[in-house]
């Protein structure tokens, strides 16, 4: 059997506004499995009213994630001590 290939070159913003909202979940399903975006997006709902500190927390905290090799052994124990305090 032949066999062909395509390209197609297809805008992202046409591409998101074109899928459902089932499409869009599975989309971010994956961008999570990925390692894209943080698993935290999963099961929130943007439209949820966050008091102004606790939205800010949250985006800082995101940050942090990011930088994990930067921290210094002292901010990585500072880090463990707060998470002992609450857990």
């Given at each position: 059997?032949?066999?062909f290939?395509?390209?197609?070159?297809?805008?992202?913003?046409?591409?998101?506004?074109?899928?459902?909202?089932r499409?869009?979940?599975?989309?971010?399903e994956?961008?999570v499995?990925?390692?894209?975006?943080?698993?935290?997006?999963?099961?929130?709902?943007?439209?949820?009213?966050?008091?102004?500190?606790?939205?800010?927390?949250?985006e800082?905290?995101?940050?942090?994630?990011?930088?994990?090799?930067?921290l210094?052994?002292?901010?990585?124990?500072?880090?463990?001590?707060?998470f002992?305090?609450?857990?």
């Open positions: 059997m032949p066999e290939e395509s390209y197609v070159d297809v805008d992202v913003d046409e591409f998101v506004s074109s899928c459902s909202k499409e869009i979940q599975e989309l971010i994956c961008l499995e990925e390692g894209y975006l943080p698993k935290n997006v999963i099961g929130t709902n943007p439209t949820e009213n966050l008091g102004t500190y606790e939205s800010d927390f949250n800082n905290l995101d940050k942090l994630k990011e930088k994990y090799f930067l210094s052994n002292e901010d990585e124990q500072v880090i463990q001590n707060i002992k305090k609450y857990l």
